[in-house]
Each structure stands twice: as C-alpha cells, then as structure tokens.
C-alpha cells in the first residue's frame, strides 16, 4: 500500500508520513517548498514528489493543507484520480472539503476525515477521529476504515459533514475562542507570574486552556474561527450569556446568581447521568 500525504511537509501531513511509516506503509510526500520537501526525505527517508507525480504514483491519497488552500490542490490533481483510488482529506471543518472533492473527483472514493488531535500527539491509541461519508460508496470504505482505526484502539465516529461542523463550532471552536480572550485578559489584568504561585484548581484549569490554545498555530486558529459556519453564534450566545451572569454580580443579586447556578449544576446532572445510563 502506497500512501500520497499531499501537504506532507506541514505539522499533520509529518505526523501521518510517520504513522504509516510505522503501519509498514509506503509513503510519497509532495508539498510546496521543495526545502521543506528535502528536509522530510532527509529525515525519513520517504519518497518526494510534485502533487501530480505523488497521486499517479499512489494507491490513497492523503490531503493534508489548510482549508484555505484544499480547493486548488483539489483542482490540480483531480483529472489524475484513478477509479481504483482512495482520496481523503483530514480538514478541521468538513463540509466545504467534502463539496469541493464530490465536484472534482468523479472517479475514485472520497471521503471526508477528521482527527481530533494534533501533530505534538505520540500514541494514535484512545484518540478520537471522525469519518463523514455521504453516499454508499463512501460509506463502505468508512466502514474498513473505521475497522482498521478500531483495532488500533481509536474512537472513530461517523456522521454528516454538516453535524460535524455544528459539534465542532462548541468542541474546537469555543474552547479555542475562551482560551484565546482568557490570555488576552490574564496579560493585560494580572501578573501572571505571581497567580501562577498562587494557583488553586480552577484557575490551574483555566490556565491549561489558555496555554493550550496559545501554543498552537496562530494561521490555523485563525482558519478554524473564520470556517466553522456556526461558530459566530455558539460565541456570540456565550458573550451573551457572560453579560447576563456579569449584570447579576453587578446587581449584587446573591439569590438570583446561586439560583441560576442550581439550575446549570441540575441541567449538568442530568446530562451527565443520562450519558452514563
Ligand atoms: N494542526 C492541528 O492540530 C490539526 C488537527 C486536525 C486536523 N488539522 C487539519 O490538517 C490540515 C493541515 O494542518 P497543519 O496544521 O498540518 O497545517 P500546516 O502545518 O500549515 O501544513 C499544511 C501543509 O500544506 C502545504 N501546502 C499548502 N498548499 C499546498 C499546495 N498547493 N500543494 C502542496 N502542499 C501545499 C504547506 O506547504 P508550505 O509549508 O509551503 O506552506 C504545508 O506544508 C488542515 O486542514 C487542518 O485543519 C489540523
């Protein structure tokens, strides 16, 4: 099996060359910085190439670029998809990718891909992936796909490209957007030094969000804020949400805010308790 990681050279097309190196896999790299292209070659000892030569060349074919830049990767190498071929992409957001490979590629088997983890993440075990096919053809590689993911002790979900795009306005998108206002906050109102001596549970917490999402990529951050279709009103009814909370501590209204946090703590509960039953 001869795997083509278009994109190979960035943070997560390095991880996948790596990890079907060790799945004994043949892989064929193509990105556009010949430098960076020499360099992984050097490293790893994979096969380089242009994205041309890289799909002809491959029995799958991995898209690993930024949403920003699917689109003309897809056009570049469309009229080279054999029939017999697997072509993939691996984008944070799903349903633009999925639509712009079903208008190209009308030979070989697309399928749209998402792994919730990023390049620093060592062992594939109990991380989660999520797989969007849309048609039977789809469906049934996802189907060995998720089997070859499953014995490797990955959490493979499948859904619409459209549900997973709405999950991922609350799972990526609002914990990337409250991590990135909470640095802004802590740097400019507190020494941040010396609340790190001082650190309880929460803000410990607090503080692993906000260096989490401060270590990553500031392009890609930007990508997945500016691409996700529902993310302006999952934020947008947080900071509403923060300004009611904030005019309760502003009123002083004790009652009123313990009230309204027995509620969330109750809504919470039974949340939790219907997902464990
Ligand atoms: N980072 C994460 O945590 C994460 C997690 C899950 C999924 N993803 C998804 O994975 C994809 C890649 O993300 P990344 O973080 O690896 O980004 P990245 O480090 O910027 O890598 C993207 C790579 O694509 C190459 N590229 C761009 N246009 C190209 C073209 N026309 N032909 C060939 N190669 C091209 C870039 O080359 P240059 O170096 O020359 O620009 C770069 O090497 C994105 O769609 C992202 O949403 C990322």
């Known amino acids: 099996?001869?795997?083509?990681?278009?994109?190979?050279?960035?943070?997560?097309?390095?991880?996948?060359?790596?990890?079907?190196?060790?799945?004994?896999?043949?892989?064929?790299?193509?990105?556009?910085s010949k430098e960076k292209l020499l360099k992984i070659k050097g490293e790893l000892g994979v096969e380089i190439a242009d994205n041309v030569?890289?799909?002809?060349s491959a029995d799958r074919v991995l898209i690993s670029v930024s949403i920003e830049n699917?689109?003309?990767?897809?056009?570049?190498?469309?009229?080279?998809?054999?029939?017999?071929?697997?072509?993939?992409?691996?984008?944070s957001v799903k349903e633009f990718p999925v639509k712009v490979m079903h208008e190209y590629i009308k030979t070989?088997?697309?399928?749209?891909?998402?792994p919730m983890f990023g390049p620093r993440?060592?062992?594939?075990?109990?991380?989660?992936?999520?797989?969007?096919?849309t048609n039977n053809k789809?469906?049934?590689?996802?189907?060995?796909?998720?089997?070859?993911?499953?014995?490797?002790?990955?959490?493979?979900?499948?859904?619409?490209?459209?549900?997973?795009?709405?999950?991922m306005s609350a799972v990526l998108g609002l914990p990337h957007f409250i991590g990135t206002v909470v640095c802004d906050t802590l740097i400019n109102c507190v020494d941040?030094?010396?609340?790190?001596?001082?650190?309880?549970?929460?803000?410990?917490?607090?503080l692993k969000l906000a260096e989490t999402v401060a270590s990553q990529d500031p392009e890609f951050c930007a990508s997945l804020q500016m691409n996700l279709p529902k993310v302006e009103n999952v934020e947008g009814f947080f900071?509403?949400?923060?300004?009611?909370?904030?005019?309760?501590?502003?009123?002083?209204?004790?009652?009123?805010f313990a009230d309204k946090m027995r509620v969330v703590k109750a809504k919470l509960g039974k949340i939790g308790a219907s997902r464990s039953a």
């Open 1 to 32: 099996m001869k795997v083509a990681i278009i994109g190979g050279t960035g943070k997560m097309g390095r991880w996948f060359t790596k990890f079907f190196l060790d799945e004994g896999m043949q892989v064929i790299v193509s990105g556009r």
């Open 53 to 56: 030569n890289a799909v002809k």
């Open 70 to 91: 699917f689109e003309n990767v897809v056009r570049e190498i469309h009229s080279h998809i054999r029939p017999d071929q697997v072509v993939m992409d691996i984008c």
């Open 108 to 114: 070989g088997t697309t399928l749209g891909t998402h």
């Open 121 to 133: 993440t060592e062992n594939i075990q109990n991380q989660n992936f999520i797989l969007t096919p």
């Open 138 to 167: 789809e469906r049934r590689f996802a189907k060995d796909f998720k089997g070859w993911l499953e014995e490797k002790q990955v959490n493979v979900s499948i859904m619409s490209p459209r549900k997973h795009d709405e999950l």
């Open 192 to 206: 941040l030094a010396e609340t790190k001596r001082v650190a309880g549970t929460s803000y410990k917490l607090l």
């Open 239 to 256: 900071c509403e949400k923060s300004i009611e909370w904030l005019n309760t501590i502003k009123q002083k209204d004790k009652t009123a």
